[in-house]
């Protein structure tokens, strides 16, 4: 009799009895009842179905192919990634909202719109972040300006204004250009400063430009300012720049007037300026703008200023049971308030000064910087819903070229919303669900590939009307 040999090894714990662990089917008990869930990995789906229309219109457009062919990313390695995806992985994460690199992860199972655009799959975040640094910063920089200027150059043949302001992005960590400077949220926090440029009412960036969070004045964005404007053929300047307070300063009116640029600005509240003020207040000659704002137009001559310019002073009255504070010299050389009950020879207003080379009438001047404030809603909505507040790397390059490619994703995005809905501007948080959010499943029958889109907005029933008239004008337009 032959014993059988023991194992050399042992054999470890027995395993389990019931169902073999490669069944891809779970039974889940719900209120409905028991269903069987299954895994399917490898099908061809995405979260955002619409995306197609958005792909035809970039092709159509001739925006996205130069884009990617005119980037300087160059991969030696057969083994690379190559730039086509690591571009179409950034534009990916950028339209979904995403505000990190480490959020491309996502993405990849994406199984459909990676195929639309023309990409072998979706890279990593650390691929895509090696990707940005291997550009050279000159280079990058000019490829995106030029792309940038490629969109809405065609726009500027008609009259139009240019915004100017900055917006602070605060920094938690050691990265380049974290520098403690005005931040009115944070107060304390590093930061960085987007130094912006666009255009009114369309809602489209001109240009952006990244720099440390210690120079947010209208010193540092000036230069930025009169570079554009020279980029842009004469026929193409705006009309007139405006901002705030900030842009009020002898040197940034002595330039634009040096180029021959229109500005409209607010200037801040200086001894002079209320000595403007009060003159005005005693005097008559208010032109009424509406039921609470009045202006009148003045000219005044700064100690700082090289010239005498035009101002308009707008004022407005504040409701009458306020109390005025009148603040006089005491015997003692300190500053005393009085309180004094509004009497009815002394009106109690909020003034605003405002300088321009604007040959308007006073309405019209102040009806045109009104008009500013939603440029601030702008600031708001690429910060917040896009990618502005996040995609922080250590140096201040990657940055710069970040910053640029949302601005340039954000236009592409703004103007195929435009084309989709003409009568009003929708924040993307409001026109990502409703034109690029659905599940989109890919199927491929001979030679012919389907997208079934399935989408549970309440208003996708109207906006299947708007995809067949863009769909008909894109057609046309190629």
């Not at 944070?186 to 440029?197: D, E, F, L, V, W």
């Not at 080379?357 to 009806?367: E, P, Q, R, W, Y």
């Not at 708001?380 to 940055?399: A, H, M, V």
């Not at 195929?416 to 599940?439: G, Q, W």
Request: aromatic share 8%; net charge neutral.
């Amino acid at each position: 009799m032959v014993l059988v040999p023991k194992p050399t090894h042992p054999e470890g714990e027995p395993k389990e009895l019931g169902k073999p662990l490669s069944s891809a089917t779970i039974e889940v008990d719900t209120f409905e009842g028991k269903i069987h869930v299954e895994w399917e990995p490898g099908a061809s789906v995405t979260p955002m179905g619409q995306l197609d229309f958005f792909i035809q219109f970039l092709k159509t457009g001739c925006w996205f192919e130069p884009w990617v062919i005119d980037c300087p990313l160059v991969y030696t390695s057969n083994n690379a990634s190559g730039k086509v995806n690591v571009l179409d992985s950034l534009l990916l994460s950028i339209l979904s909202g995403h505000k990190r690199y480490a959020h491309i992860a996502t993405l990849t199972g994406d199984g459909v719109n990676s195929k639309l655009l023309g990409m072998k799959k979706v890279v990593s975040d650390d691929t895509a972040r090696r990707g940005l640094l291997k550009i050279d910063e000159e280079e990058g920089v000019e490829w995106l300006q030029d792309h940038l200027q490629q969109c809405y150059e065609p726009l500027l043949r008609i009259p139009w204004i240019m915004d100017v302001d900055v917006t602070i992005k605060t920094i938690y960590g050691d990265q380049e250009g974290a520098v403690i400077g005005y931040n009115p949220h944070n107060h304390g926090r590093p930061s960085h400063t987007y130094h912006t440029y666009m255009i009114a009412n369309l809602k489209l960036i001109l240009e952006v430009e990244v720099q440390p969070g210690n120079q947010g004045n209208s010193a540092h964005s000036l230069p930025g300012l009169i570079s554009l404007l020279k980029r842009l053929p004469k026929e193409c300047w705006p009309e007139f720049v405006r901002g705030d307070c900030d842009w009020g300063s002898d040197r940034v009116m002595t330039e634009l007037e040096q180029i021959g640029c229109g500005y409209l600005f607010k200037i801040k509240k200086t001894v002079n300026v209320k000595k403007a003020i009060h003159h005005a207040h005693c005097s008559g000659g208010w032109t009424r703008y509406d039921k609470h704002w009045e202006g009148k137009e003045a000219t005044l001559k700064l100690s700082l200023w090289t010239k005498e310019r035009r101002i308009v002073i707008v004022r407005r009255r504040l409701p009458k049971n306020d109390v005025l504070l009148l603040e006089h010299d005491s015997k003692k050389g300190q500053k005393e308030l009085d309180f004094i009950e509004d009497p009815e020879n002394i009106k109690l207003f909020e003034y605003s000064v405002l300088v321009t080379t604007l040959d308007n009438d006073v309405a019209s001047v102040i009806d045109h910087y009104r008009d500013r404030a939603d440029c601030e809603n702008n600031f708001d909505e690429i910060k917040n819903q896009w990618g502005w507040g996040g995609y922080t790397t250590q140096d201040l390059k990657r940055c710069r070229f970040i910053s640029r490619m949302v601005a340039l994703i954000y236009n592409w995005w703004t103007l195929f919303v435009k084309l989709s809905n003409p009568d009003s501007h929708k924040e993307s948080i409001t026109s990502r669900p409703l034109l690029m959010s659905a599940i989109g499943r890919l199927t491929e029958s001979g030679r012919q590939q389907t997208i079934s889109i399935t989408s549970q907005h309440n208003l996708m029933k109207k906006y299947k009307k708007c995809r067949r008239i863009c769909v008909i004008f894109l057609i046309q337009l190629k």
